[in-house]
């Protein structure tokens, strides 16, 4: 049976695929809160090892700016906010579904990693945050994750070490090392595979460490993961 749309669904949002003329297609993704403990201690918080928490992105083509290999993308400065932040983090690509996932198991369910950034209207989080309300107007907006291509795990094997830095206007915001993560990524996945079934086409924002700062239009910022591809971004 033949389904009929009422109007023409959202194209899906895809990123390139590094060695590849392929697209991964985005469907959703799920990001992990305070996961480097000065970044914990920066926003205010004790980075004790506590269960992590998660929020979600749109993985929509509003939500996800795809950038380029050797290119600069744009983005706009959003609507309603006066401190626009930089997080930059590692992402974990799920090529394989599971539910309970195991630790252990996690690397099999890997398609692959990306350099992104978790852009972030700081303001009207910290008001959602101090009202006991959700945090999607600061975090889950339009243009809200910038992400780069894809390289596969059967090229990078396991990625769990590594520096991870960004730069705005040639200037160093953030410094830091995959090893500093509180969370790993498998014990992120298979925390998160007792929340949510994963499935092919997830995506997983892993936190950001220490140096968070507000951007301005004009402004370029490079963002660097040892062994992968490096994203640049202008705020217009």
Same mark, same amino acid.
């Given at each position: 049976?033949?389904? *009929?749309?009422?109007?023409?669904?959202?194209?899906?949002?895809?990123?390139? =695929? =590094? #060695?590849?003329?392929?697209?991964?297609p985005v469907r959703r993704i799920y990001c992990v809160g305070r996961n480097y403990a000065a970044h914990a201690r920066e926003m205010g918080f004790d980075p004790d090892r506590e269960p992590p928490f998660f929020f979600c992105k749109p993985g929509d083509d509003a939500s996800v700016v795809p950038v380029a290999a050797g290119t600069t993308a744009e983005m706009p400065y959003p609507t309603i906010t006066a401190n626009y932040h930089h997080e930059i983090e590692l992402v974990v690509a799920i090529g394989k579904g599971?539910?309970?996932i195991t630790a252990e198991d996690a690397p099999a369910h890997i398609? #692959?990693?990306? =350099? $992104?950034?978790?852009?972030?209207?700081?303001?009207?989080?910290?008001?959602?945050?101090?009202?006991g309300r959700p945090w999607e107007i $600061?975090? !889950?907006?339009?243009? *809200?994750?910038?992400? #780069?291509?894809?390289?596969?795990?059967?090229?990078? $094997?396991?990625?769990?070490?590594?520096?991870?830095?960004?730069?705005v206007d040639g200037k160093r915001a953030q410094s830091s090392d995959l090893t500093h993560l509180i969370w790993s990524v498998n014990e992120?996945? !298979?925390?998160?595979?007792?929340?949510?079934?994963?499935?092919? $086409?997830?995506?997983?924002?892993?936190?950001?460490?220490?140096g968070v700062g507000a951007v301005v239009a004009g402004q370029t910022m490079v963002g660097s993961i040892a062994g992968l591809t490096p994203i640049s971004v202008k705020v217009i």
């Open positions: 049976m033949t389904i *009929s749309f009422v109007f023409t669904p959202p194209a899906t949002a895809g990123l390139p =695929v =590094v #060695g590849t003329t392929e697209q991964f599971g539910r309970d398609f #692959g990693y990306a =350099v $992104g950034l978790d852009m972030t209207r700081r303001d009207l989080q910290m008001r959602m945050r101090e009202q $600061g975090k !889950a907006f339009d243009h *809200s994750a910038p992400i #780069g291509p894809i390289s596969m795990i059967a090229e990078t $094997g396991e990625i769990t070490s590594g520096a991870i830095t960004l730069d992120t996945i !298979a925390n998160l595979s007792t929340l949510f079934a994963l499935q092919p $086409g997830d995506l997983i924002m892993t936190g950001t460490p220490e």
